[in-house]
């Protein structure tokens, strides 16, 4: 029906036309009792001879003979075509090949150069080369020998003479010392100079002097501590739709006096805060299936009506 302002509902969802019903008026059959394949239990069907495995029979190949591939061909000898191959190749030597005068040397032993290309090396005969007549050398010089003993404890063991021992104050370092401090107070002519408004630390030289007398000390009490568990002397109450189960009874009802809301004053069109318009608002919108079951199916056909698949 149109709406008002003079256009259909079709229109307004924004469709060309409804949705078509293909299955409207079928019969409803069950998923339980339909076929897997209907097409399989009508008519005739194709029977095909059964699977073949592969075998020396042949029933287990596609062809109704067995092919060879080698057929009607003559028999060769392998050996003959090498010895053919090997006679070509040896035409192409020009002399003949290349035999040594005789077997490789093996050597005798470590040292020897029996085998070897080149024979002994003069260089490592083991043969001893001539030498000049020694001459030993002149005899070394006479001294006399040393004297026993480290140098500690014992007199004369040293390359120079003894020292000679020279005795020395043991105070002596002190005995200076205290004869420069007297020199130095001997110089002086009184005691060091003092200022009486040499600043000070504080105000007073002992900063922790109090005149006051102090009151006396306290003494802690000692807390008693009780001997078992506390234990209340009733279970806790439960409330029963009043304030039996609290400590203190239902509070008194005080009046309130009426307060006067504060007014705000009229402001000016310059003063007033600038606030932004508010943007599109979404509405709900429902789909096109759900509409469409509404219309098919309302309160005057409920009754009447059958199960449709989709």
């Known amino acids: ?106 050597p005798c032993g470590l040292g020897s150069y029996y085998g070897t290309i080149g024979g002994p090396i003069p260089f490592f005969s083991a043969q001893a080369k001539p030498k000049d007549k020694y001459e030993p050398p002149g005899k070394n010089l006479y001294t006399n020998p040393g004297k026993k003993g480290t140098g500690y404890g014992y007199a004369n063991v040293t390359i120079g003479k003894q020292l000679s021992h020279s005795a020395d104050f043991y105070d002596e370092a002190k005995v200076n010392y205290k004869k420069h401090i007297e020199d130095h107070h001997r110089l002086m002519k009184g005691a060091p100079f003092k ?21 006396p000390i306290k003494k802690e009490v000692k807390k008693e501590l009780l001997s078992g568990a506390f234990k209340p002397s009733s279970p806790g109450k439960k409330p029963g739709g009043m304030k039996a189960g609290t400590f203190d009874p239902y509070p008194s009802h005080s009046v309130e006096p009426a307060v006067v809301k504060f007014r705000k004053e009229p402001v000016g069109k310059s003063e007033k805060i600038f606030h932004p318009p508010n943007g599109p ?25 059958s199960v449709q698949p989709y």
């Open 281 to 305: 608002k979404s509405r709900p919108i429902e789909s096109i299936v759900a509409l469409n079951v509404k219309r098919t199916l309302n309160t005057n056909n409920y009754k009447t009506a």
């Open 1 to 106: 029906m149109p709406a008002e302002g003079g256009k259909t509902d079709m229109e307004r969802i924004g469709l060309f036309s409804e949705m078509e019903y293909v299955t409207v008026g079928d019969k409803y059959v069950s998923s339980y009792n339909r076929a897997f394949n209907e097409a399989a239990t009508k008519n005739r069907q194709m029977l095909p001879g059964g699977s073949k495995a592969i075998s020396a029979l042949q029933a287990g190949y596609f062809d109704p003979q067995f092919s060879r591939i080698f057929e009607g061909e003559g028999y060769i000898n392998m050996n003959q075509v090498r010895r053919r191959a090997m006679m070509e190749e040896a035409k192409k030597n020009i002399t003949r090949a290349f035999i040594p005068s005789s077997g490789g040397k093996k």
């Open 195 to 215: 200022l009486n408004l040499y600043p000070k630390d504080y105000f007073d030289v002992n900063p922790y002097l109090f005149e006051k007398t102090l009151p």
